[in-house]
């Protein structure tokens, strides 16, 4: 029996790569306690996909909080080497919400991932281990780059030598990376040491902005999914910082699964690829809401606010070059058109 144990389950990456490992014919393990919700509240709760999930008699879910390692080496003893991938997406995900309890956020992101992998070492390690890291690690390093003012965003020059996107070579160093980023680096930074060390098929996927239909978006965490909830229930959506402005690469959970499963073919111990929609699928906040509604056909309540977050970032485009390098065979399906108008289906 092959096994696929996924953390946040139940979650867009999560849910989603448990359909695809499903199909793949594998018996999957999922483990979610619904945290999204008590971050949340109802925007985050997750219950409805893990009723969904459970009618898969091959899926099984353990409902425990990744923080408590007794309950995680009882998993992990269990099934031992028939576990062939592990799907980390289990993570406390918002910017914001980090500087609201900066130790439980810590305690998922950083702790949670260090019990998992040292389960993952003892007890199944010819597995492979893909970790979903955050393209916040790079703090915000990226907003020194030499930007110009559009109409509706912020654009390099197409003779800047990043105007492909931001490559794995920027330094995560002397930057502000918000509490989050931190959390969210030293699992980063763990994932690659244990591939580097023992010799683990590990790998970091800093990811850009994750998103798709069965995104759980909430005011803090899930900017197309909220934005699209917004203009859907009439409600006011705030831009903060930027003028709206700020450009953000978004990427389809079916091309970020895709992703993990090119690794699993082919793994690399200790790896970290750059992962988003490139200059193939992207837009500033008010190019999403011109699109939105052209979609719907009506106007947003938008309001704009001089507040920033700290560490946000002004410009981000992924380069996938590295990625493509070792998995030429892989491509971008979803563009920015197209993840709008299934998320606009979906909440409608």
């Not at 950083?110 to 040292?118: F, H, S």
């Not at 393209?135 to 559009?150: A, C, R, S, V, W």
Request: overall charge positive; aromatic content about 14%; some cysteine.
């Amino acid at each position: 029996m092959s096994i696929a144990l996924i953390t946040g389950s139940c979650g867009l990456i999560g849910s989603e790569s448990v359909k695809f490992f499903l199909k793949k014919g594998f018996d999957v393990v999922g483990i979610d306690n619904n945290t999204r919700k008590k971050l949340f509240g109802l925007d985050g709760d997750i219950s409805l996909v893990q009723k969904q999930l459970n009618r898969d008699k091959h899926y099984y879910h353990k409902s425990i909080n990744i923080i408590n390692y007794s309950s995680l080496k009882a998993i992990f003893k269990n099934y031992g080497k028939q576990i062939q991938i592990i799907i980390h997406t289990a993570a406390q995900p918002s910017h914001d919400w980090a500087y609201q309890n900066p130790i439980l956020d810590f305690k998922i992101n950083a702790e949670g991932t260090l019990n998992l992998l040292e389960l993952f070492r003892k007890y199944s390690s010819t597995a492979k281990f893909i970790f979903t890291s955050t393209n916040k690690i790079y703090g915000d390093t990226p907003n020194h780059l030499k930007f110009y003012e559009k109409k509706y965003r912020y654009e390099l020059k197409s003779s800047h030598k990043l105007y492909n996107g931001i490559n794995e070579h920027m330094n995560i160093d002397n930057s502000t990376h918000g509490l989050f980023g931190v959390s969210k680096a030293y699992a980063d930074l763990a994932v690659q040491e244990y591939g580097k060390n023992f010799g683990l098929n590990t790998v970091c996927f800093r990811g850009g902005c994750l998103t798709g239909p069965s995104h759980k978006g909430a005011k803090l965490h899930g900017f197309l999914s909220y934005l699209v909830k917004c203009a859907i229930k009439n409600k006011i959506y705030t831009i903060l910082g930027y003028k709206g402005k700020q450009v953000r690469d978004n990427i389809h959970s079916h091309d970020f699964i895709n992703c993990i499963w090119e690794y699993y073919k082919k793994p690399i111990p200790g790896e970290v690829f750059n992962i988003g929609g490139t200059r193939f699928s992207n837009c500033s906040i008010l190019e999403a809401v011109n699109l939105i509604e052209t979609i719907i056909g009506k106007k947003m309540k938008i309001k704009f606010s001089k507040l920033q977050r700290t560490g946000d970032h002004q410009w981000y485009i992924t380069d996938m070059q590295k990625f493509y390098k070792y998995y030429p065979n892989y491509k971008l399906t979803y563009s920015i058109k197209n993840i709008l108008e299934e998320i606009i289906e979906a909440a409608i």
